[in-house]
């Protein structure tokens, strides 16, 4: 701990916005299998890696995994099975080890550790162990009693568990409801009187209902707010850029262009398309500036603005071709190249302060259901990465070329991707990661991938 | 098939034009665009609070309604005991809110309808989005009422409950905010708080709290504690989910927040605005002075905010304690005007220096910013502020400008004129209702970098009318 505070003695982040985050936190998940748990653990754990806290899942059913081999069925998770009991027990005990080993020697700083955790004997133990080690601790529960929801859970997400993956459907069904039963009998929810000390938030039939519970600190407070915005109503998210624009086809980068002839094409198409795919109560957003609006005018319904969703900031670079970057600020181009995630342009921005602009155009996402946002090259990368947990060396390099649009659909843990070139010629503006990134490399090297142009 | 579909497809896609004042693109006729930052609401929205006399109802709602109307969401307070004194003029005593008391229980009925009756003129005329109805509302028949109230007029409801028994904190609220209330002004504290806990008990025995199962349709907050507990059900769209959070992270713990801007810096006393030069030899006299103030001050666990422009930066360094930095408290982007002076500026760009001073608040530079972005940008800031106790801000003029605002509840006429002159803390302090201020100069000179809205606001002006309220530099 001490460590910890001398590291932190001035300011030595460097990120747009404080961290927030002295102790490790550890989230702890309660409920009966099918409640959500797992689900929410790697929706959270993604969301809380997107917006640079880091974090990571402890599955406790992985690790069981790990040590059983071959599940044959729910006998193993009755309460009287001591031998599975000694096995489940030392598990959790693996998983908790893993978890110190994160904090300690991975900087991790959130662990969320994916469990039933349905007796107050294992949740003492837990918080026993983080007390100890100086961590934070905040439950997660999952409250749920609608056989629907259950059993669409059970459908989405347990038949393809590799515990099932060699049964028929009706058996691995039947096992898993007695699965069920076997904790039912000595779930303990977290209760408001004894527990009251405890930092918690339960959840209530997927969301119609909170109770929040001591909430300790900032990281919490958001984790919270997460948790109350998200939903399990299917719907699909599109992300666009705008069209061609007349800076793209000059091989400038930034600036407030319109649409080229093509990237006027594209919108037409774009609106056939969407038209194409009856979308209920389609959303559509789009940025301040002129070329994503002029995209949404052709679909000629209402969208919104937002101004959080322009394109990066290229500071003194903006509106200059790769080749002049590269005359003017050689050493600037490198440094991009080192790190791409983190690099700011003078005057302008990082990807990581986008990420941080864009959070709140995620969280409404997450509230919405289904939305067309028409965005920007280092925009849609970064929502993308979100999606598709993408971290920060893959981000910025993820490919998003112009008219082609990316359906986004959540199913079971992760999300479906589908791609459709809307057929209209554009220009290339993907400049992949060149070889060489020294700063003293000569302008041919800095220069290899910048695509074609004018 | 898309809904909205309300205009024919044309050949070519709507002209568009760049609105001088915003910088928003619009199409020339006047077409269905929304170009707020998120339609916080599409029918208005009733907030209606719920609980017992000294539960931080009329705090809530005051604080509440200063927040929204903050971030850009028309919101008024309606105090139904506001209109009952106006109706009533002299409060006697308690016997007033006797359940038994039937001219009272009429009068009270009376005046919640008078109140329901302008809320309805502020949401449907008036071009309000929230309305607050800060009334104890502890029946079901009274909440039944006002449901119905809504239903008729398109409006949706959220609750907002406040639950506690702890009698230390009722006492409190009662020294802080009753005793100085218009009905008890004439009497002595004692009095006061003797027929207070009387009037609190005419509520007791008719209040039902609402329940997890009777109003398990209905959309609301349950406030357990002072913020140890939420129950939240039924959160039904954008501006009920930022309502939950910003409640969820107020507190009452006294605490004090000390804004300045950074020192004066170089480009400061060259008259020239933005940029990210470093301190002035005045400038850095004055942060050693301010770290004087701040040991003076004594304050427990001050946290200390900059941005991440070196002029701030400079100056909390020679604090000597640790710091964070946020890219939100940066200063106001002027675009294609940072690093000019005023009179260049004039010269360069006279529309754009017209426009700026018709609406200041709105004015966007051209490749820059407004006011209006700076405070969403701000509003991270201002919620982990919320968050926090006792915070030393370390910022600049425009960025000053909103976070006082926020807490002075200033408009966004207001907003942009007010004075925050550099070597100046401002020490802000949560008291009853409101905020208390005191200004504290550390006694370091520097130029005057604030300048008023001219006489002479048209495009057409002289020079000499658009400079004449520029402050002297070099």
């Not at chain 2, 039924?234 to 000390?258: A, E, K, W």
């Not at chain 2, 480009?267 to 701040?294: M, P, Q, T, V, W």
Request: charged share 30%; hydrophobic share 35%; glycine share 4%.
């Amino acid at each position: 701990m001490e460590q910890e505070n001398m590291r932190r003695s001035r300011c030595d982040s460097t990120a747009s916005v404080p961290q927030f985050c002295n102790s490790p936190t550890v989230i702890v998940m309660v409920g009966l299998p099918a409640r959500g748990k797992t689900y929410i653990s790697k929706k959270l754990t993604r969301y809380l890696n997107w917006i640079g806290v880091p974090t990571k899942v402890f599955n406790v059913g992985q690790y069981r995994r790990e040590a059983v081999k071959t599940y044959k069925n729910f006998e193993f998770f009755k309460p009287d099975n001591e031998e599975a009991m000694r096995i489940r027990k030392a598990c959790a005990s693996a998983a908790l080890s893993d978890v110190a080993a994160y904090f300690a020697k991975e900087y991790g700083q959130v662990a969320v550790f994916d469990a039933t955790n349905t007796t107050r004997e294992r949740r003492a133990i837990i918080n026993t162990f983080a007390k100890e080690r100086g961590y934070k601790v905040f439950f997660v529960e999952s409250i749920c009693d609608d056989p629907d929801i259950i059993a669409e859970n059970i459908k989405q997400v347990k038949f393809g568990s590799p515990d099932y993956i060699d049964r028929d459907i009706e058996e691995a069904m039947q096992d898993f409801v007695q699965r069920i039963e076997c904790y039912k009998a000595s779930y303990m929810p977290i209760d408001d009187e004894i527990d009251r000390k405890l930092s918690y938030i339960k959840i209530f039939d997927v969301g119609s209902r909170y109770l929040v519970n001591q909430v300790q600190d900032h990281i919490q407070s958001r984790i919270v707010y997460y948790l109350m915005n998200i939903h399990v109503t299917p719907r699909s998210i599109y992300l666009s850029r705008h069209g061609e624009s007349e800076l793209n086809l000059l091989g400038r980068i930034g600036g407030d262009s319109g649409l080229s002839p093509r990237g006027h094409k594209y919108a037409g198409a774009l609106a056939s398309f969407i038209r194409g795919q009856k979308i209920k109560d389609l959303k559509v957003w789009t940025s301040h500036m002129k070329r994503t609006i002029q995209t949404a005018e052709t679909l000629g319904v209402q969208y919104e603005q937002w101004k959080a969703l322009n394109e990066i900031d290229a500071g003194v670079c903006e509106e200059l071709t790769y080749e002049e970057i590269q005359e003017n600020f050689p050493e600037e181009f490198a440094m991009r190249d080192q790190d791409k995630y983190r690099y700011r342009y003078p005057k302008g921005e990082s990807y990581e302060d986008l990420v941080h602009r864009l959070e709140p155009v995620i969280m409404e996402l997450e509230r919405q259901e289904n939305v067309l946002v028409i965005c920007h090259q280092a925009v849609m990368r970064c929502l993308l990465a979100y999606f598709l947990d993408k971290a920060g060396d893959e981000l910025p390099y993820l490919r998003c070329p112009l008219h082609t649009v990316l359906k986004l659909t959540p199913v079971a843990y992760g999300c479906k991707v589908e791609s459709f070139f809307l057929n209209i010629e554009a220009v290339n503006t993907h400049r992949e990661k060149p070889k060489n990134v020294n700063v003293n490399r000569n302008p041919e090297e800095a220069l290899l991938t910048v695509p074609d142009h004018i | 098939m898309l809904d909205n579909e309300d205009i024919l497809l044309e050949s070519h896609p709507r002209e568009l034009t760049q609105n001088p004042l915003k910088k928003i693109w619009m199409p020339h006729r006047n077409g269905h665009i929304a170009h707020r930052r998120v339609c916080m609401t599409n029918c208005p929205t009733l907030i209606v609070t719920v609980g017992l006399p000294a539960r931080g109802k009329t705090y809530i709602s005051k604080k509440l309604t200063r927040y929204l109307n903050w971030i850009g969401v028309p919101t008024k307070e309606f105090n139904v005991g506001d209109y009952r004194r106006e109706c009533l003029k002299i409060y006697k005593s308690f016997e007033f809110f006797r359940p038994d008391n039937e001219e009272g229980v009429k009068i009270r009925r009376q005046c919640a309808m008078s109140a329901l009756n302008d809320v309805r003129q502020y949401l449907s005329v008036e071009g309000g989005q929230v309305a607050v109805f800060d009334a104890t509302n502890t029946t079901r028949e009274r909440r039944g009422t006002i449901m119905k109230f809504a239903e008729q007029n398109g409006f949706k409801v959220f609750f907002v409950e406040s639950v506690c028994e702890d009698p230390e904190v009722i006492a409190q609220n009662i020294v802080q905010v009753k005793l100085g209330n218009p009905d008890y002004i004439h009497c002595s504290s004692d009095e006061a708080i003797e027929d207070f806990m009387k009037r609190i008990k005419c509520y007791e025995s008719s209040y039902k709290p609402l329940d997890e199962d009777l109003d398990s349709d209905v959309s609301y907050i349950k406030i357990m504690d002072v913020g140890r507990r939420y129950l939240v059900n039924r959160v039904v769209d954008h501006i009920q989910s930022r309502i939950v959070y910003y409640l969820m992270n107020i507190h009452i713990t006294p605490r004090s927040i000390y804004l300045c801007r950074h020192g004066e810096s170089d480009l400061n006393i060259k008259g020239r605005i933005g940029g990210d030069s470093g301190l002035s030899a005045r400038g850095k006299e004055y942060a050693r002075h301010l770290r004087n103030f701040i040991e003076e001050q004594k304050i427990k666990d001050l946290k200390v905010w900059t941005s991440q422009m070196k002029r701030t930066i400079q100056t909390a360094e020679c604090l000597g304690v640790p710091y964070e930095q946020w890219k939100s408290l940066n200063e106001i982007d002027a675009g294609v005007c940072e690093e000019m002076m005023y009179e260049e500026i004039q010269e360069h760009f006279p529309l754009e220096f017209a426009l700026r001073d018709q609406d200041k608040y709105r004015y966007r530079y051209p490749k820059g910013e407004s006011y209006e972005d700076l405070v969403q940008r701000l509003e991270p800031v201002i919620m982990e502020l919320e968050r926090q106790e006792n915070v030393l801000v370390i910022c600049h003029q425009a960025v000053m400008r909103c976070l006082l605002a926020y807490f002075l509840d200033k408009t966004s006429h207001e907003l942009p004129y007010l004075k925050c002159p550099l070597h100046t803390v401002l020490k802000l302090t949560p008291v009853a209702y409101g905020c208390q201020v005191e200004s504290v100069y550390l006694g370091v000179d520097a130029v005057n970098t604030h300048r008023d809205r001219p006489e002479n606001v048209n495009v057409q002006r002289s020079t000499e009318d658009a400079l004449q309220t520029v402050p002297a530099h070099l």
